[in-house]
């Protein structure tokens, strides 16, 4: 990952308004941070949440809080808990997540 036009800044993200994307099931609230070339983003999913497409866009994801399941289009899953990340290229492996017991998320694209 190359990041340009970005300039040294911090973010409260507290202070960043959430916006609501629903899933097939459940609510995924985004406080997003755009610039340049990156998109940052604190992700919350409600308990039961599940994606309602397959994301082929590559991320960063680390996982804050709860239990996320992130399932590959080939059918492979992963479990991620608190502390653990995956990092997937553009297009490479569609991707879609859920979580019975809901998480909150770091993520950058």
């Not at 300039?7 to 755009?34: C, K, L, M």
């Not at 309602?52 to 399941?69: F, I, N």
């Amino acid at each position: 990952m190359k990041i340009t036009d970005v300039p040294f800044q911090t973010i409260d993200w507290s202070s960043v308004v959430p916006t609501e994307h629903s899933g097939s099931n459940g609510v995924a609230y985004w406080r997003t941070f755009e610039m340049g070339n990156i998109r940052v983003r604190m992700v919350e999913y409600t308990p039961g949440y599940l994606a309602d497409h397959w994301c082929s866009r590559g991320h960063v994801l680390l996982v804050l809080e709860g239990e996320l399941v992130t399932e590959l289009s080939d059918g492979r899953k992963f479990v991620l808990t608190p502390g653990t990340s995956y990092q997937v290229a553009d297009e490479l492996n569609p991707h879609r997540s859920y979580t019975e017991t809901g998480a909150k998320l770091f993520i950058v694209d």
